[in-house]
């Protein structure tokens, strides 16, 4: 997930419990100067989200939307 912007590489994530999570493709050198700079979402465009809605046909996607968006493991029933 990400992409790059000229010589410039961008990555997004997910903060859970206090910690950022990439996802399991995700891998950066220890020692990796990051910087984090969080999106915050108005309500005007979650409802422009809403409406770019369409189906997909995953029965499960909203259960497990982590798996399907950051490639995380699907939680064990």
Known sequence: MG???GEQR????V????RIEMGDGVRLPEGT???ITPIEMDQD???ELVGEAV?????DLATQH???LYGLAKPKD
Request: hydrophobic share 40%; charged share 10%; no cysteine.
């Open 3 to 5: 992409g790059a912007i």
């Open 55 to 59: 189906s997909t046909g995953i029965s």
């Open 15 to 18: 903060v859970r419990g206090g």
């Open 33 to 35: 100067v990051v910087q």
């Open 66 to 68: 982590d798996h399907y």
């Open 45 to 47: 465009s979650l409802l």
């Open 10 to 13: 961008f990555l997004r994530g």
